[in-house]
């Protein structure tokens, strides 16, 4: 027997989508049902590596842990990857499909709607339920075309659809009734209720809200959900994550200081480091200078490694960077940062943008050039110290020079991977995921004097899922939304 499926839609982006589609998705699979996670069109540079060798989007990969299976790339079929100059490398099934700005891209959508619905179908014949998110906001008509991340995924697979709003960030009421309003009334036929999420004080408050926009609408209230704080525990898909607030560095603590540059990607290589108690993971964007007392300056990964490297001379940060390295200070560049931080950095078919060549940092004796092929796929190895790891690799580019001699790590195989400088103090590797591993982190803590690490980090964040489900729960009811589901 076929699937059932419900799709949840946002009145617009970061309204909580993601991590309701992953809380529900262990809710019910703590009922004992198949569930599966899909998202028809995600636009995100935080990916995730499936075991087939193809790549979706993070929150998609968080959603297929939530529901106890594995990613699949039939979970997000089309993922928009954003770069400057090129428009957005588009990803269908987990693999490079084409580039293009926006304008093309609405025109190239009729062409990926059979791709979307295909793996919706074939993720139906595995599963009980499919909890399907939308992308952005229900209420964009003016890309209603050819919409497949929203309404016309809804109408096409005919699947009802629960309309999400942020009461957080204000005006949740205009927004859900506002929705309605500029909804064609075919749309909004599809939507069965709403759910105000992210509350935050006395329920009673919103007794007459609810009925507000009952009223307006027609929709059913489906759940008052509360702000959920321990969200901060689970991977961040949305580049907003990075504008909350950093700690401040602590007199015990050990500061780790990242440049966030424009096509920052994969930064969720960096959430473990944040749940540990005594490090001070300090994001620093252009305006601002490096602070001087870093223990360590991580150059993450970047979707267009060049224009973001010209990014971090204009903002000096590379003189900031320069400076630390003569202090003595430690440096470790991911994928993207790796590239940066070597001698030059070629483009001679136009990957990212116009062909050609820059100048890199020259803290690695180091050269990349870059390539369409991507190499996609799970690893595992061990650092030069011999702690072993656990990640994945995403990237384009060939990357040789005297520093690849000194590895910083060797891959399961017995391949060396990443360089490391002369005095040890400058490092790269194309490994995604390290600081996930407790092993890892652990060595990387106690290297630089924090100690060893002091939380399980898979375990926190199947705890934090459980606890997500419970949340859920409490204020939805799930037999309610089965009932709604077709």
Not at 49 to 71: C, H, S, W
Not at 175 to 192: C, R
Not at 205 to 226: H, K, R, S
Not at 336 to 341: E, I, T, V
Request: hydrophobic share 45%; proline share 6%.
């Amino acid at each position: 027997m076929a699937a059932r499926a419900l799709m949840f839609q946002g009145t617009g982006s970061d309204v909580g989508k993601s991590l309701i589609v992953a809380g529900l998705a262990r809710a019910f699979e703590k009922r004992g049902l198949r569930v599966r996670p899909f998202k028809p069109q995600n636009m995100s540079n935080n990916a995730a590596v499936t075991a087939d060798g193809g790549e979706i989007g993070r929150a998609q990969a968080l959603q297929a842990l939530a529901a106890r299976v594995p990613p699949s790339i039939h979970m997000n079929p089309v993922l928009l990857k954003p770069q400057s100059q090129i428009g957005a490398q588009i990803i269908v099934r987990g693999k490079i499909y084409g580039t293009a700005k926006a304008a093309e891209y609405q025109r190239m959508k009729p062409d990926l709607m059979p791709f979307v619905l295909e793996s919706f179908e074939r993720l139906k014949q595995e599963a009980d339920i499919v909890l399907v998110e939308g992308a952005g906001s229900a209420s964009e008509v003016n890309l209603r075309q050819y919409d497949i991340a929203n309404m016309g995924f809804a109408r096409a697979a005919n699947v009802p659809v629960i309309i999400v709003g942020d009461i957080d960030r204000g005006g949740v009421i205009a927004s859900l009734v506002g929705t309605k309003t500029v909804l064609n009334p075919d749309d909004a036929a599809m939507i069965q209720g709403f759910i105000v999420n992210k509350f935050r004080g006395d329920p009673n408050l919103f007794v007459a809200g609810n009925a507000t926009i009952t009223e307006a609408t027609g929709w059913a209230a489906l759940g008052l959900v509360p702000f959920f704080p321990d969200a901060k525990h689970l991977p961040a898909e949305d580049s907003l994550a990075l504008d909350r607030p950093a700690r401040r560095r602590s007199s015990a603590g050990i500061s780790i200081v990242v440049p966030i540059l424009p096509q920052i990607a994969n930064f969720d290589d960096l959430d473990p480091l944040k749940v540990e108690t005594g490090v001070d993971v300090v994001p620093v964007k252009p305006g601002a200078a490096l602070p001087g007392d870093a223990d360590l300056v991580i150059l993450p990964g970047s979707k267009s490694t060049i224009a973001d490297l010209a990014a971090l001379r204009e903002a000096g940060f590379h003189i900031d960077l320069a400076a630390h390295v003569r202090r003595g200070g430690l440096v470790l560049g991911l994928c993207g940062g790796y590239q940066m931080l070597g001698g030059s950095i070629s483009d001679p078919d136009g990957t990212e943008g116009p062909p050609g060549e820059v100048k890199g940092l020259g803290l690695l004796d180091i050269e990349t050039v870059l390539a369409f092929d991507k190499r996609l796929t799970l690893a595992a190895g061990a650092t030069a110290d011999g702690i072993p790891f656990s990640g994945y690799e995403m990237h384009t580019g060939l990357t040789q020079g005297p520093d690849r001699s000194r590895p910083f790590a060797h891959l399961a195989g017995g391949a060396p991977e990443g360089a490391v400088s002369p005095d040890g103090r400058v490092m790269g590797t194309y490994i995604h995921g390290l600081f996930a591993d407790d092993r890892q982190r652990s060595a990387w803590l106690t290297r630089l004097g924090a100690g060893p690490a002091t939380i399980a980090y898979d375990a926190l964040v199947e705890q934090t899922l459980d606890r997500l489900a419970a949340h859920l729960v409490t204020f939805i009811d799930l037999d309610r939304l089965l009932s709604l589901s077709r």
